[in-house]
């Protein structure tokens, strides 16, 4: 069972572009409040609360499209809990391991580069599990595939960096870059979600351009928070001083934030492919 698609009159470029108009705004409001009151993104409440909220909604549409699949009661309990559980398990134990400072750059003495591999190997080990899952295609079937690019507005709130940037805390040349690529991957989340709920092939290109554009995103963030940051991989050493990115709770972001994003793009890639390739049919 496929989700139907919004006919294309009823959805136009300009709605999908006219929401920038209250987002934008926001997300000014927002940047200007955390420069002006650094205690909040430092306090953690931002990051879980965004990233709970997150976690509530793919729990909630997860269980909705399984309930708009042909599997049986059981079939949908199981997979439901396939996927909840260990996403559950993995943000309980990033957190944990967080708060407890093990990413924290020179607490260990051990040679593991713990921040690199928490945002690798999930990627590693979860893609190939979602993409080639025929049981998730059957969920990426039923959905409406403006879901998984709508769902991550919540990108804005790296806006973080270039606030911490303003008041000289975070060199300006990790900062910039992957904060803008932050907010512009939030705002135009919406924008791309009208279009792609038109069900029209402009519509999945924008969908698609957009994934493209928050993958970008991160490997240009990922690269330079490397080579900026203290560590094994540190190239360039800052002239101003900085946070230590292991710390909690901005170490969530890198360490959950990030990997969980990228398993959301690519789930997103996966259904707009699959719809692509229903509408040729």
Do not use: C, K
């Amino acid at each position: 069972m496929t989700a139907a698609a919004v006919p294309a009159d009823i959805v136009t470029p300009g709605p999908a572009w006219r929401s920038l108009f209250w987002i934008a705004p926001l997300t000014l409001l927002w940047i200007l409040l955390i420069y002006w009151q650094p205690i909040i993104p430092v306090s953690g409440v931002p990051t879980t609360t965004h990233q709970l909220a997150a976690h509530a909604v793919i729990a909630v549409g997860l269980w909705l499209g399984l309930e708009s699949t042909d599997l049986t009661p059981g079939q949908r309990r199981t997979t439901w809990l396939a996927v909840m559980i260990p996403y559950t398990l993995w943000f309980a134990l990033v957190w944990s391991v967080a708060i407890n400072g093990v990413f924290v750059t020179g607490t260990s003495n051990s040679p593991v580069p713990f921040l690199p591999l928490a945002i690798v190997l999930p990627v590693i080990i979860g893609a190939p599990l979602l993409l080639l899952s025929t049981r998730i295609g059957q969920v990426l079937d039923a959905v409406p595939v403006n879901w998984l690019v709508a769902l991550q507005i919540y990108r804005v709130f790296g806006s973080w960096m270039l606030a911490a940037w303003l008041r000289g805390v975070v060199i300006g040349l990790f900062a910039v870059p992957a904060g803008i690529g932050d907010v512009l991957t939030g705002l135009l989340a919406v924008p791309a979600a009208i279009a792609v709920a038109s069900g029209t092939a402009q519509g999945r290109r924008a969908a698609i351009a957009w994934n493209i554009l928050g993958l970008a995103d991160f490997t240009v963030a990922v690269t330079l928070g490397l080579i900026t940051s203290p560590g094994r991989f540190q190239l360039i050493v800052p002239d101003v001083p900085s946070i230590n990115p292991g710390a909690y709770p901005g170490v969530l972001t890198p360490a959950f934030v990030v990997p969980a994003s990228i398993l959301l793009h690519l789930l997103s890639l996966r259904q707009l492919r699959r719809r692509a390739e229903a509408a040729r049919h």
